[in-house]
């Protein structure tokens, strides 16, 4: 029986048989419905998964017309960063860096944004910043966003004044660490409206919130306020919400947003509460299991997506690189790897972006 070359979730090479990939594809597409109460990929939509894997070529894509706009959360520092396992180390700054991702890579967008990736830490440093976005405006054409996390653990003691409810819930401390995440939650916001209206101020085309809910409800319940209060302030900013995972940890488990509660959320009703709030461009993030194969984490993803995308009112750039939409855990994902979740995410799931 021919066996078929694949990968499995954490990027090793795998050969399979058709029979096992469509079994995989099913199954994962069977796990993405029963968790987030969606229906599950047709019959047609999961023959479309199977022949993409059973494509001999390492690199497939879409037709001619049926491309997708590009969004980022700071590609360009994989030019000049280099953290052992992934980037580059490059000799050149950040704009250079934007300068690649525009002129060589063609991306439909650009980001700027620093290498400690949260506004709590760009706060301070708010007008260097300031500068180096208006020398990106200035060279290129392209869109531009700044981009950074909420990142509500950097609050918590020991990096911030609130008490860590990872402390405080051990310790019984229930009401403590549910004060802990709502005072965390509202200085948050206050950082990010600070930084977000300094750099509209710039000239900023966007601002991204990536890597949202990272720290569980009261990290989304953070970025929503502030994507509605920036709104309010800045009405030309469009703005991009990115998400760390295709479920919200209840880590408080109260917290709502316009009367629904945050916790237990999937992208298909987390993408209602970014455009109630006022966001421009959803992020989908669902996660990749290492011990399962691509095929039945792709299928997973491309389920969910396709969900969100139904439920949608704004467009959605799906997360697909290391980790996330179907994609391998690995620092510099595989070619073969990358452009199948980006032809299933755009076909199957009909994103707006990637």
């Known amino acids: 029986m021919p066996t078929y070359r694949t990968r499995t979730g954490d990027g090793r090479l795998?050969?399979?048989?058709?029979?096992?990939?469509r079994q995989d594809l099913i199954a994962g597409s069977e796990d993405?419905?029963?968790?987030?109460?969606?229906?599950?990929?047709?019959?047609?939509?999961?023959?479309?998964?199977?022949?993409?894997?059973?494509?001999?070529?390492?690199?497939?894509?879409?037709?001619?017309?049926?491309?997708?706009?590009?969004?980022?959360?700071a590609g360009n520092q994989r030019f000049d960063a280099d953290s052992g396992s992934c980037g580059l180390g490059l000799g050149m700054g950040r704009i250079e860096g934007l300068h690649l991702m525009e002129r060589a890579f063609a991306q439909?967008?650009?980001?700027?944004?620093?290498?400690?990736?949260?506004?709590?830490?760009?706060?301070?440093?708010?007008?260097?910043?300031?500068?180096?976005?208006?020398?990106?405006?200035?060279?290129?054409?392209?869109?531009?966003?700044?981009?950074?996390?909420?990142?509500?653990?950097?609050?918590?003691?020991?990096?911030?004044?609130?008490?860590?409810?990872?402390?405080?819930?051990?310790?019984?401390?229930?009401?403590?660490?549910?004060?802990?995440?709502?005072?965390?939650?509202?200085?948050?916001q206050r950082d990010m409206v600070f930084v977000g209206t300094r750099l509209a101020d710039s000239g900023a085309d966007a601002l991204n919130l990536d890597t949202t809910g990272a720290a569980g409800d009261a990290d989304f319940h953070s970025a929503l306020n502030t994507v509605e209060e920036l709104k309010a302030k800045r009405p030309h900013l469009a703005l991009e919400v990115g998400m760390a995972s295709e479920f919200v940890l209840g880590m408080h488990g109260?917290?709502?947003?316009?009367?629904?509660?945050?916790?237990?959320?999937?992208?298909?009703?987390?993408?209602?509460?970014?455009?109630?709030a006022g966001g421009d461009i959803f992020g989908p993030v669902v996660n990749t299991n290492t011990g399962r194969s691509m095929p039945w984490n792709l299928a997973r993803s491309v389920c969910f997506v396709k969900a969100c995308v139904e439920a949608a009112t704004i467009p959605v750039h799906a997360n697909v690189g290391m980790g996330v939409g179907g994609i391998p855990v690995f620092d510099t994902p595989a070619v073969d790897a990358v452009t199948r979740a980006s032809v299933a995410m755009v076909e199957i799931a009909r994103v707006d972006g990637l």
């Open 254 to 276: 109260g917290l709502q947003y316009k009367g629904e509660r945050l916790a237990g959320m999937y992208p298909h009703d987390q993408v209602r509460m970014v455009a109630e």
């Open 14 to 21: 795998v050969d399979m048989t058709r029979d096992e990939i």
């Open 32 to 73: 993405a419905a029963d968790r987030g109460k969606i229906p599950p990929l047709t019959e047609n939509e999961i023959d479309r998964l199977l022949d993409l894997f059973l494509d001999p070529a390492c690199v497939v894509g879409v037709p001619a017309g049926s491309q997708v706009v590009t969004t980022q959360d």
């Open 108 to 188: 439909d967008t650009i980001e700027l944004g620093h290498i400690d990736y949260s506004y709590k830490v760009i706060k301070p440093i708010v007008a260097q910043e300031q500068a180096h976005l208006e020398r990106a405006l200035l060279s290129t054409v392209a869109p531009v966003f700044y981009g950074a996390m909420p990142n509500l653990g950097l609050y918590f003691a020991p990096d911030g004044p609130f008490g860590n409810p990872s402390d405080l819930l051990p310790a019984g401390k229930v009401k403590e660490a549910l004060e802990a995440q709502e005072e965390a939650s509202a200085h948050a």
